[in-house]
């Protein structure tokens, strides 16, 4: 069965940045929220009005509560650019929900699985979802996330009172433990986090770190999801532009992830670097 998508448009309820550069919104949209998963994107209009920039962005699904979805998003370029500029009230065209989102099957079959989650930067977008639901499930949630400084750490205080636990690294020892959030997470899982051994990894982040992730799970041998970050355009299938390449042949980002299953992933030097 086709999982469901339509360009729908919902309404900008709040738009605020909450750290440097970095800003969360709130649609209302009976539809996103209704059909939405967590690990799934849409694919935005950053304007109604303009041509400029020509594609639609693809931002994660940051939270899913009743008719309304949140956005987290990083100012970047001209697009986001122009999303941060929105204001309350104004309309926002989305076609979505689009892809493949995490599977929590895993973690939810088994009462003691703990899920171990793994955020890049802004990546914490679409984990922020996944947090929720499986703390509202009652799931053990121990949420690892890693920044290069103090100033792009977010959603902490929010992901304790969801329940989650969360551990903080940055690279320059700003906040948290000093080194990479890979690091972190092998030393929780060598010591702490012994009980997650029968567990699931879930991650979102630059491709240098979802690399790393890739290896903490061959090491530890837990099975692992991560997401690939692809420059995308139709964000259906159509273009072929987010091909990934995988032991299993080639793969869409937008289609057929854009979660996949760490195991599978093949990387070039020039991915990895990006
Ligand atoms: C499935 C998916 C989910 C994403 N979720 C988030 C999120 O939750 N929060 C967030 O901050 N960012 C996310 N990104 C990255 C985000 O899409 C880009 O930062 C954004 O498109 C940049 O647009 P821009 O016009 O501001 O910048 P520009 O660099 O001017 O982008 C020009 C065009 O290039 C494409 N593009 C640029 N960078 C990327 C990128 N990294 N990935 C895909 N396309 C890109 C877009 O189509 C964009 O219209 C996601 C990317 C993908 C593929
Ligand atoms: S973005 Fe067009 S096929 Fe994936």
Not at 31 to 53: C, E, H, L, Y
Not at 97 to 118: E, H, M, T, Y
Not at 196 to 217: F, K, L, N, W
Request: with cysteine; proline share 4%.
């Amino acid at each position: 069965m086709k999982a469901a998508k339509k360009i729908t448009k919902g309404t900008i309820l709040r738009n605020r940045e909450i750290a440097p550069g970095i800003f969360t919104m709130d649609i209302k949209s009976r539809w996103m929220g209704k059909k939405s998963r967590a690990g799934q994107f849409v694919n935005i209009k950053a304007a109604d009005d303009t041509t400029d920039p020509l594609l639609r962005i693809p931002l994660g699904i940051h939270k899913i509560r009743g008719e309304e979805i949140s956005l987290l998003y990083k100012v970047v370029g001209a697009g986001t650019k122009l999303l941060s500029l929105r204001s309350p009230g104004g309309s926002l065209d989305m076609l979505g929900p689009l892809g493949k989102g995490f599977d929590v099957s895993p973690v939810i079959r088994r009462k003691k699985a703990v899920a171990v989650l793994i955020a890049g930067g802004h990546g914490i977008a679409p984990l922020f979802a996944l947090a929720e639901e499986l703390t509202n499930k009652m799931r053990k949630v121990e949420f690892f996330i890693g920044a290069c400084t103090r100033e792009e750490i977010t959603c902490v205080e929010e992901l304790k009172k969801i329940g989650a636990g969360v551990r903080v690294s940055t690279d320059d020892g700003s906040r948290g433990e000093r080194g990479r959030v890979t690091e972190m997470v092998m030393e929780y899982l060598s010591g702490d986090g012994k009980d997650a051994e029968h567990g699931t990894i879930y991650a979102c982040g630059p491709m240098p770190m979802i690399r790393a992730v890739q290896d903490v799970s061959k090491a530890t041998g837990i099975p692992a999801q991560v997401t690939r970050d692809e420059y995308m355009a139709c964000g259906i299938g159509a273009c072929r532009g987010c091909a990934v390449e995988t032991t299993e042949g080639v793969k869409l980002a937008c289609t057929d992830g854009p979660v996949f299953n760490a195991a599978i992933l093949k990387w070039d030097k020039e991915t990895v670097e990006k």
